[in-house]
């Protein structure tokens, strides 16, 4: 439990700083941060941490990226980890590009739920957003949906001026495949001049789009994972859309249960803060694992400070998503 009584069972693992689309609310024009060092976390090392993280309580684990499916051994990790007992759930990360390749190969590994960054349906505009090819991704899906994973999330970034226009089509496209879709407000994790005011499009805003096509009715038990979505019905449809705020929302922390481990080995209690924990030394000497991650669970913030001119000291592509 961290100081503010919430119970952190929660760890987002990066696997990779690398990425294959150019997202631009993510990583910053002409970041190769990646080049300055080829020394990521092993996939045995990751095991060792999730390891011992589960004998702390920790049950959830997602792995992500930058693009956790440009890992050759994603599939590796992903049964090691499945297989420690204590894992209860494992998720993936993905902007979908390799999924066509691993959808099958990552369920037979053990991960029980994927979420897909999908910005956009016109090409022209996820081009535009990613630099990357839309119909690869719908590809992957597709074969996401083949292989059956217990729970599909598609994850839209909102940005206005650039894909208001996308978000009915979206929830049109993940309720015909019985998909989750999630809008997010855009966070400063590139940039602090990503939320410029001709940019910044709030969940409230989203909401009040989308009631133009159909009412939305709040579910405010449903959680079908472990994130700080806040979920409604589309009375027509049926679709289930999740909204995740982290600027306009009140108390958006207040059920915060997650720390995020860094593809270079540091543990980063909080998204929205500086300050992160190295676990190379216990990793790789005579330290404890146990003891660091203890000690990055007592120095979790109560808030991040996403609306206080936060300026990240690394971009999101770096820090893991």
Known sequence: MDPFGRTIDYLRIS????????????MPEGYKGWAKK???????????????????????????G??????HDIEEISAGIWALPGVQTLGVSTNGL????HAQGLRQAGVRSLNISLDALSPEVYRGVTGGNVAEVLRGIDAACA????????????????????????????????????????MPVSSAGVLAEERFFSVQDAMQLLSKHDTLHAIPDYRPGNGPARYYEMAGSKARV???GALTTPDFCGTCNKLRLTSDGKLRPCLGRHGELDLLPALRGEGDLQSTILE??????????????????????????
């Open 38 to 64: 080829a020394d990521h976390l092993s996939a045995s090392e990751i095991i060792r941490i999730v390891e011992a993280s589960c004998a702390l309580g920790f049950r959830k684990f997602r792995l992500t």
């Open 15 to 26: 696997v990779t700083d690398r990425c294959n689309e150019r997202c631009l609310y993510c």
């Open 242 to 244: 999740g909204f995740i």
């Open 98 to 101: 390799r999924l066509a390749k």
């Open 147 to 186: 292989a059956q994973f217990e729970v599909i999330k598609l994850n839209c970034v909102l940005m206005r001026g650039v894909n208001e226009d996308e978000l009915w089509p979206l929830v049109q496209f993940a309720a015909e495949r019985k998909m989750l879709v999630r809008f997010i407000e855009l």
């Open 66 to 71: 930058g693009e956790p499916l440009l890992r």
């Open 296 to 321: 990055a669970i007592r120095n979790k913030p109560e808030n991040h400070e996403f609306a206080e001119c936060y300026e990240p000291g690394r971009p999101m592509t770096a820090i893991g998503g």
